[in-house]
């Protein structure tokens, strides 16, 4: 079977279409814009286009005849007049999201899912599940939405029982898979622009509870919700002993850690002591705590919630190394920020300084009208420790003082291209070594 893949370059698609290749399938596909990740999936031997006027996949099809097109969700929901999906309806080729695929990967393979579900802390947390089962010598399959160091993005491995799978509530994706066992990190309204009411997030997360076979979510989550122990629920208790001996930076890291070793424990039976020494070596993951350049770092934190985690294991880093902890902010999207503007509170308290920039806009209401750093900034309930900005050469001046003054700098950002987090990465040669 040969599927086409629309949108390839993505952090979801991308490593769908590794997969599906590993498991047997012919994998071609295309995106709007050539990238470091298009281009080391040419070298992985996938047949790409950076062409999506319909010409590519025309010439393909005729070579190959595409059975299958599966595209990125905004694609199909947003401009369902592509000229790919144009030209896939004319030829009579299936249109499916890539949830659609995956299950159908699964069940081919009679594949087992381990699912790691939450607001935030999810994409480490599959990590973690990935690098315990690596560590145990057991064949695993997985998708993940980090680059790291020990593991592809994507991977399917002949003769693997289980499926490791960073399972995301956008566009309500999760509810369409039925997990073996779910691993739920934390649960804080987002989304707003699929899940219009705080009530309306919950339940989704409750449906998902009842779609999966087993499920380990922490307590105060699950007093959020109203949930009980049960056959099929099981509390983790947010202040077991246990969490403090995982020697990892950040009590936010430890939890997770913590809810993987629970997860693996309960699947292999494999020792609680053995899983956690394990866990101490785990490396991380790009942009979570990623230090790009002596006391530089990059994170993903984009709400209050994964601010607050970050901020966790800044300050333990800096109070290891006697420093103080500064802060460059970019918001992502201006319409989160209609929702959460007044939720950041204290959400950097530890930060000796905060730099905000202008939010990274993507997917905007037009209706919305754009709230500004300084907006922002007077929500806090101490706006004096934070001070608008722009990535520019003040920005990168500030910095360098900072980073001369004793301090680690972190940089918060999830948007993609031109992002700070991109931005950053350009100026590396430019910070005080």
């Keep these: 079977m040969h599927i086409y893949f629309i949108g390839i370059g993505g952090t979801g698609v991308g490593p769908l279409a590794i997969i599906a290749e590993g498991a047997g399938y012919d994998v071609s596909g295309s995106d709007n814009k050539a990238?470091?990740?298009?281009?080391?999936?040419?070298?992985?031997?996938?047949?790409?286009?950076?062409?999506?006027?319909?010409?590519?996949?025309?010439?393909?099809?005729?070579?190959?005849?595409?059975?299958w097109v599966v595209s990125v969700s905004a694609i199909i929901r947003n401009n369902p007049d592509?000229?790919?999906l144009r030209y896939a309806r004319e030829n009579s080729i299936p249109i499916t999201e890539r949830d659609t695929c995956l299950n159908e990967i699964v069940k081919a393979k009679n594949l087992k899912m381990i699912a790691a579900a939450g607001t935030h802390g999810k994409t480490t947390t599959t990590a973690m599940l990935i690098w315990l089962f690596k560590g145990l010598n057991v064949p695993i399959s997985y998708s993940v939405g980090a680059k790291t160091i020990f593991a592809e993005m994507g991977h399917y491995e002949p003769g693997s029982e289980y499926f490791i799978y960073e399972c995301d509530e956008f566009h309500r994706n999760f509810l369409n898979f039925s997990p073996f066992i779910s691993v739920v990190s934390g649960i804080a309204w987002d989304h707003h622009e699929v899940f219009p009411t705080r009530d309306d997030y919950n339940q989704a997360f409750k449906d998902f509870f009842g779609q999966s076979?087993?499920?380990?979510?922490?307590?105060?989550?699950?007093?959020?919700?109203?949930?009980r122990q049960s056959e099929s629920l099981t509390i983790v208790d947010g202040n077991?002993?246990?969490?403090?001996?995982?020697?990892?930076?950040?009590?936010?890291?430890?939890?997770?850690?913590?809810?993987?070793?629970?997860?693996?424990?309960?699947?292999?039976?494999?020792?609680?002591?053995?899983?956690?020494?394990?866990?101490?070596?785990?490396?991380?993951?790009?942009?979570?705590?990623?230090?790009?350049?002596?006391n530089v770092f990059t994170d993903y934190a984009h709400t209050p919630?994964?601010?607050?985690?970050c901020m966790s294991v800044a300050s333990e880093i800096?109070?290891?190394?006697n420093k103080n902890v500064v802060v460059v902010y970019e918001p992502l999207t201006n319409r989160r920020q209609h929702f959460m503007k007044n939720d950041y509170k204290n959400c950097f308290e530890g930060a000796k300084h905060v730099y905000w920039i202008p939010s990274y806009l993507s997917r905007e209401d037009p209706n919305q009208p754009i709230i500004t750093p300084a907006e922002l900034i007077d929500r806090l309930d101490d706006p004096s420790i934070a001070t608008a900005a722009f990535?520019?050469?003040?920005?990168?001046?500030?910095?360098?003082?900072?980073?001369?003054?004793?301090?680690?700098?972190?940089?918060?950002?999830?948007?993609?291209?031109?992002?700070?987090?991109?931005?950053?990465?350009?100026?590396?040669?430019?910070?005080?070594?």
């Excluded at 010409?55 to 070579?63: F, I, R, T, V, Y």
């Excluded at 087993?214 to 949930?227: E, F, K, P, Q, R």
């Design 82 to 84: 592509h000229p790919e």
């Design 391 to 433: 990535m520019d050469e003040d920005l990168l001046l500030a910095i360098n003082a900072h980073l001369e003054q004793d301090c680690i700098v972190v940089c918060m950002s999830s948007g993609g291209g031109n992002s700070l987090d991109e931005w950053l990465r350009a100026k590396v040669q430019a910070l005080s070594q």
């Design 305 to 309: 919630e994964k601010i607050i985690g």
């Design 213 to 227: 076979n087993h499920t380990l979510i922490w307590d105060n989550d699950a007093s959020y919700l109203g949930v």
């Design 35 to 67: 990238s470091e990740y298009t281009r080391y999936l040419e070298k992985k031997g996938i047949q790409l286009s950076i062409d999506q006027s319909g010409a590519s996949m025309k010439k393909m099809h005729a070579e190959h005849p595409i059975d």
């Design 318 to 321: 800096a109070q290891a190394r």
């Design 240 to 294: 077991h002993a246990n969490i403090a001996s995982v020697q990892l930076a950040g009590l936010y890291n430890r939890r997770n850690a913590w809810l993987a070793v629970e997860a693996v424990n309960k699947l292999t039976g494999i020792d609680i002591g053995a899983l956690v020494e394990r866990m101490a070596s785990f490396p991380g993951t790009q942009r979570r705590m990623e230090e790009i350049a002596p």
